[in-house]
């Protein structure tokens, strides 16, 4: 008999630790080696099957994947704490970009308003601006690129901390 | 982009900072939390 942690859309969990000699996957019977000690965990993958090429999801015990699963959970909520911390951050750059924005195509109005006389030094202005516009808004743009690409993957793992599950395999 | 890219990722982020984050339909193989992490210390350091 063997279980495994089971994801809400039938895949499985598989979670690795370092060990003493080196970096492990948990398989059949690690756990109880594990149980004393406090093995940091390296890796949670998510595989189609619980056991694959590369790796044995199962547990000799139910209560070893409870377990193993009551500490996966932990780990990732409080790696996704970590990331609203860093969410905030980006909001806050966002700010100040968006302030940096509207302080240039001021500049610009203000440019296009004063006089044709000095066409050097309104092409030269004109120059200035458009790089930093341009900066402004490529930075805007890779903000944005992060915040959904992370965002996207956090409320995968929230959606899958969510649906656990041990299972007889 | 224009001042509509700002809002919108504030948007996103504010999504994600509520609790009342619903699930959307996301699906990854062979997902690894590690590369998550990975990629958040990235970001952490201002390398994404």
Redo the contacts between chains.
Sequence with gaps: MAFAIETS?GRYLSI?RHLDYGKSKVAMGERDRLRDSSRDI???????DPINKTNNATYVSEEDAELDMQDAIV??RS?LN???Q???E??EE??K??GE??SALRSVGRLFKGSEDDRKGFMSRAGKLGKKLSRI??A?????F???T??????????II?GLSVVEV | ???I??R???R??????SEQ?E??D?????????D??S??EE??MGG?
């Design positions: 859309d690795v390296l890796d949670i993958r998510i595989q189609n780990y990732i790696t970590n990331f609203k860093l969410l905030a980006l909001e966002s700010s970009l968006g924005e509207e808004r490529s805007s743009s890779s903000n944005q992060v915040a959904a992370m965002l996207r993957r956090a409320r995968m793992w929230r959606k969510i | 982009m224009s001042r890219t700002v919108q990722l504030k996103l982020i504010k999504e994600a900072i984050l699930m959307a996301v699906e990854e193989d062979d997902e690894s939390f590690a998550f992490v990629d958040l970001l952490e994404l």
